[in-house]
């Protein structure tokens, strides 16, 4: 023995694998040899005893988990957190571990029930002392972090485990004398590897690979300058070797049966107290209501996995269940996160949802001022689709031009105080903008189960369409197209090129000339091959009659180019009597406005293709505004920029034959949205055919 170390350990006489609560234990139920795990942890017993202080806990029958006296409670100083463990399996050593601390003059601090932290085994001491590394996500929960900061007086720094072999911070992490760190870091998430990195300078890194991992490298025991483990590869030992530290393996595959290795096996019940350090914990919390249909929507789930997948942790404090079938149901949900930083990102998602504070905790929004013309403060709020509120003075103000991806900017007149959302570039000096993620909140729709299921859409939301399903999507669309014509409304149609060549042109051209469509929108490709096929009967040099390529056709739209490029634009070639049919002499002839805005693949362009893509995305958004649906044709690049611009509310089919694209656009969370899997010219065909067959003009019934 050379130091005053002290160590506590717990004899396997009752050690076995009885239950499975790690993946290691899988398959392994009664699998291990009592007389090889006495014989491995003698070894391990001998070569602590040599450099250290060794202390034995009785071990007690029925817990055979208890020799992993790592997770018997975290010690720093005399002060002690006991573990309240995860698993009732290991609840029952609670009282014996802390019958050995109380015996052994430490103070003992216990959490509150039902709040999880397992001890040394998810709460690692910088070996210079300085912090605590303290882990979540399998075994502990976030929440215990702060106690452990006040209890212990310490930094604590949150990391987030997400492998599951890794459920414990000591199985993929061992902070090393003089600021070295052993890691495996896949097994944390990119957050808690950012921290990492930011606390531990690159040369103090040891990265351990997937082989030593498994092997529980990382599961060492630090004394001074010997590394005790299970086993090390070569390349680590002589890592570790290049920066002072000999590695001292003895087998413990008994015990990895388990899910555990040397460092599970020890305690160090020596920790020294720096007095000069003090509390400090970054974790925060915030409590919000969710209301709604939260269990028939999913709401409630998809809330709480957002929250994980977050990098957060929750607590449902209550939840009231909507009994009828017309009721909402309200939940009251603490969210707890390791920074500010992944608070706002798991707030900003919850407020997409709905979620909204307590009234008691209701805050006014943080308002910084625009410094720059076109450039919003650093953390400023991104605008979703949902109508949105912000809070200012102490009211709630509508926020106006709601759209997706935008700042919000405040405006004040002495009137009133004007919320708008606003792209980027047009942010002026002089306003302020919303940053953080207090005093927001969005409204949605607490539609009834009976209304969203009568809904004309709703047919559609459990996704995407398939094949067969296609008619009666059709029919469904048909049915609004013809509903907002006769009610004076608008249908906005982006389309691409593939409507042409799949030979829906003439479908498109019928539904403008027959008044579904109040504008379109699209790129150079859909009125070139428009056009191409108007005057010259092939689209992209294929004719569309006979279905065969023609000679020399694939320069027959930069011939029309030419032409219409000769004339002027579109409005005039058709005045000339140059198109004579098809989609955008339809848009000419009906007053019917499009805008056509230019990408890098254009050729010509014509000269109605706006190249300025500021200017394009204005007319788009203008011509936009005030519309019922979305009809959105073959064109990925179009369809998601006009995705973009629109607010919840406005009811959008999306109609490619690529699930991925449909997928993009009608996955926005809102009922409206629908995407359909199919070719575009058979849908035209079809919804055309469907639209004869309504020939009696709709007529709502008012109320
Ligand atoms: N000659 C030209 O100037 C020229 C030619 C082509 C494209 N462009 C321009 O390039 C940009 C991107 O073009 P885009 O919008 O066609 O491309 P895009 O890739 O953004 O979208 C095409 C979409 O059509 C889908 N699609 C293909 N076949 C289909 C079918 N049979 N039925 C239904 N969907 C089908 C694809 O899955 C894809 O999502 C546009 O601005 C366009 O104007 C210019
Ligand atoms: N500190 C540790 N990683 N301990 C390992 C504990 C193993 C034990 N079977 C469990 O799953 O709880």
Same mark, same amino acid.
């Given at each position: 023995m050379t130091s005053q170390i002290r160590f506590l350990i717990c004899p396997p006489h009752y050690y076995d694998v009885d239950y499975v609560i790690n993946p290691w234990m899988e398959g392994n139920i009664h699998k291990s040899s009592q007389e090889r795990a006495v014989e491995q942890w003698d070894k391990l017993h001998h070569i602590l005893k040599e450099h250290a202080i060794v202390d034995i806990v009785p071990p007690q029958k029925g817990w055979p988990d208890m020799v992993f006296t790592a997770n018997a409670g975290l010690v720093l100083g005399k002060t002690v957190v006991l573990s309240r463990f995860l698993h009732k399996e290991r609840q029952g050593e609670e009282p014996y571990f802390n019958q050995w601390f109380e015996e052994n003059g430490y103070t003992v601090h216990e959490l509150p029930k039902d709040l999880?932290?397992?001890? !040394?085994?998810? !709460?690692?001491?910088?070996?210079?002392?300085?912090?605590?590394?303290? +882990?979540?996500?399998?075994?502990?929960?976030?929440?215990?972090?702060?106690?452990?900061?006040?209890?212990?007086?310490?930094?604590?720094?949150?990391?987030?485990? @997400?492998?599951?072999?890794?459920?414990?911070?000591?199985?993929?992490?061992?902070?090393?004398?003089?600021?070295?760190?052993?890691?495996?870091?896949?097994? /944390?998430? #990119?957050?808690?590897?950012?921290? @990492?990195?930011?606390?531990?300078?690159?040369?103090?890194?040891?990265?351990?690979?997937?082989?030593? !991992?498994?092997?529980?490298?990382? =599961?060492?025991?630090?004394?001074? #300058?010997?590394?005790?483990?299970?086993?090390?590869?070569?390349?680590?030992?002589?890592?570790?070797?290049?920066?002072? /530290?000999?590695?001292? *393996?003895?087998?413990?595959?008994?015990?990895?049966?388990?899910?555990?290795?040397?460092?599970?096996?020890?305690l160090r019940v020596t920790e020294p107290v720096r007095e000069e350090l003090h509390a400090n914990v970054s974790?925060?919390?915030?409590?919000?209501?969710?209301? +709604?249909?939260?269990?028939?929507?999913?709401?409630?789930?998809?809330?709480?996995?957002?929250?994980?997948? =977050?990098?957060? %942790?929750?607590?449902?404090?209550?939840?009231?269940? +909507?009994?009828?079938?017309?009721?909402?149901?309200?939940?009251?949900?603490?969210?707890?996160?390791?920074?500010?930083?992944?608070? *706002?990102?798991?707030?900003?998602?919850?407020i997409d949802l709905g979620a909204v504070d307590l009234p008691q905790d209701e805050r006014d929004a943080k308002l910084e001022p625009v410094t720059q013309a076109g450039v919003a403060p650093d953390d400023f709020y991104v605008s979703t689709i949902y109508p949105t509120e912000v809070r200012i003075n102490g009211e709630w103000v509508k926020v106006e031009n709601q759209r997706m991806d935008g700042a919000i900017a405040i405006t004040r007149t002495s009137k009133r105080i004007v919320a708008q959302c606003k792209l980027l570039r047009d942010v002026e000096v002089g306003e302020e903008v919303v940053v953080d993620v207090l005093g927001i909140r969005t409204v949605r729709k607490t539609e009834s189960r009976e209304r969203r299921n009568a809904e004309e859409f709703s047919f559609m939301s459990s996704g995407v369409s398939s094949e067969r399903r296609v008619e009666l999507v059709v029919e469904q669309v048909a049915w609004e197209l013809r509903k907002i014509r006769d009610g004076g409304g608008k249908v906005v149609v982006t389309a691409g090129p593939v409507v042409i060549h799949t030979g829906g042109g003439e479908h498109l051209a019928q539904l403008i000339r027959e008044g579904y469509v109040q504008a379109l929108l699209g790129g150079n490709a859909i009125a070139i091959h428009d056009i191409e096929q108007a005057i010259m009967g092939t689209s992209l040099g294929v004719d569309m009659k006979r279905g065969v390529a023609v000679r020399g056709g694939h320069r027959h739209h930069l011939k029309v180019i030419n032409t219409i490029r000769r004339y002027g634009?579109?409005?005039?070639?058709?005045?000339?009597?140059?198109? *004579? #049919?098809?989609?955008?002499? *339809?848009?000419?002839?009906?007053?019917?406005? /499009?805008?056509?805005?230019? %990408?890098?693949?254009?050729?010509?362009?014509?000269?109605?293709?706006?190249?300025?893509?500021?200017?394009?995305?204005?007319?788009?958004?203008?011509?936009l505004k005030g519309a019922d649906m979305i009809l959105m044709l073959s064109s990925m690049l179009h369809s998601i920029g006009v995705g973009n611009m629109t607010p919840a509310g406005v009811k959008m089919v999306c109609v490619d034959i690529n699930p991925a694209v449909v997928t993009k656009l009608s996955d926005r969370g809102s009922i409206e949205s629908v995407g359909v899997v199919t070719d575009v010219g058979l849908f035209l065909s079809l919804l055309l055919q469907q639209l004869q067959k309504l020939t009696s003009p709709y007529t709502a019934k008012v109320s």
């Open positions: 999880p932290f397992e001890g !040394a085994g998810d !709460a690692l001491l910088d070996r210079e002392g300085r912090w605590l590394w303290a +882990g979540y996500g399998f075994r502990t929960e976030l929440d215990s972090h702060p106690y452990l900061a006040k209890w212990l007086d310490i930094e604590v720094l949150s990391l987030r485990l @997400i492998d599951e072999r890794f459920y414990h911070l000591d199985t993929c992490f061992c902070p090393l004398a003089n600021g070295y760190l052993l890691y495996y870091p896949p097994a /944390f998430d #990119s957050y808690s590897n950012r921290l @990492i990195e930011m606390r531990v300078s690159q040369e103090k890194r040891i990265a351990i690979t997937e082989a030593d !991992a498994v092997n529980f490298a990382c =599961n060492a025991v630090n004394i001074e #300058s010997i590394v005790v483990m299970n086993k090390a590869s070569e390349p680590l030992k002589a890592r570790l070797a290049e920066v002072g /530290f000999r590695v001292i *393996e003895t087998p413990l595959t008994e015990f990895l049966k388990a899910g555990g290795a040397a460092k599970c096996l020890t974790v925060e919390s915030r409590v919000f209501n969710l209301e +709604g249909h939260l269990l028939d929507s999913g709401l409630i789930n998809r809330a709480l996995d957002l929250i994980v997948d =977050n990098g957060g %942790s929750f607590q449902v404090l209550n939840f009231s269940l +909507g009994e009828q079938r017309q009721s909402t149901s309200a939940a009251k949900v603490k969210v707890s996160a390791p920074s500010h930083e992944v608070m *706002e990102s798991i707030i900003s998602h919850l634009s579109i409005a005039k070639a058709v005045e000339a009597g140059i198109i *004579e #049919s098809g989609v955008m002499y *339809e848009c000419v002839s009906n007053g019917v406005p /499009f805008s056509l805005a230019g %990408s890098i693949r254009d050729d010509g362009p014509l000269p109605d293709t706006e190249m300025n893509l500021i200017k394009a995305q204005t007319e788009y958004a203008r011509l």
